[in-house]
């Protein structure tokens, strides 16, 4: 399994990002996907997933109302919208596939840098 995540930069306090993550490997649409974030200093934090079907979500609660996780099964790919960013959302943004088997985020992309500025 192969993830790519895209999308980071630099923006203002209350601006917006797109993040998005490719999945090539295996059947994306089987399978939940989520978005982690690790900011400098601090341990690795869940941000979001979304069930295979993408009927099903949950956040953070320090992003909810503020982001949103979405997939288009038909492109492999699982979005994160950040809207309102805070400079403590500041992070390496991971996207990462769950394992059934193993019960655990089994597969991950490499992350991509999100800084916003005060």
């Known amino acids: 399994v192969q993830l790519q995540a895209s999308g980071g930069g630099l923006v203002q306090a209350g601006g917006s990002l797109r993040l998005s993550c490719a999945a090539s490997g295996r059947t994306f649409s089987r399978y939940r996907m989520g978005w982690f974030r690790q900011a400098p200093g601090k341990e690795r934090e869940f941000v979001a997933h979304?069930?295979?079907?993408?009927?099903?979500?949950d956040y953070a609660d320090s992003v909810k109302g503020r982001f949103t996780i979405s997939r288009d099964n038909a492109k492999n790919t699982v979005y994160l919208q950040m809207n309102s960013l805070k400079p403590e959302d500041t992070a390496v943004y991971y996207c990462a596939q769950y394992a059934d088997l193993a019960g655990t985020w089994h597969y991950w992309g490499r992350g991509t840098q999100v800084t916003v500025s005060s």
């Open positions: 979304i069930s295979w079907s993408g009927g099903s979500t």
